[in-house]
């Protein structure tokens, strides 16, 4: 059975930092795109951003470009989302996902975490 399971969110003032954690397993995942995406209350969830898991390739979202980091440790199974200059739009629930890039393609989601930043 799958599961990604995400930890480290918390509440944390404008401008400090949260490190986020997927844990990956049932699986391989050498043909999968790993990625982040967030929902905040109201609003459509968005991609935030994607590494691919045996390159390392990573892409991200303009608004995060630059404070955020996404990283994997195919070693742990795990993957990361170094979050620095937080700001209260970041406020959302982070979602990890891992989406296979080969037919047949499929999609798996964790549960979220809560990340709240205050102001």
């Known amino acids: 059975q799958v599961q990604l399971v995400e930890s480290g969110g918390g509440l944390v003032q404008t401008g400090g930092s949260l490190r986020l954690s997927c844990a990956v397993s049932?699986?391989?995942?050498?043909?999968?795109?790993m990625g982040w995406f967030r929902q905040a209350p109201g609003k459509e969830r968005e991609f935030v951003a994607t590494?691919?898991?045996?390159?390392?390739?990573?892409s991200y979202a303009d608004s995060v470009k630059g404070r955020f980091t996404i990283s994997r440790d195919n070693a742990k199974s795990t993957m990361y989302l170094e979050m620095n200059s937080l700001k209260p739009e970041d406020t959302a629930v982070y979602y990890c996902?891992?989406?296979?890039?080969?037919?047949?393609?499929?999609?798996?989601w964790g549960q979220g975490t809560q990340v709240t930043v205050s102001s």
């Open positions: 590494v691919t898991w045996t390159l390392g390739s990573t």
């Open positions: 996902n891992a989406r296979r890039t080969i037919t047949p393609v499929y999609t798996y």
């Open positions: 049932g699986r391989t995942f050498s043909n999968f795109v």
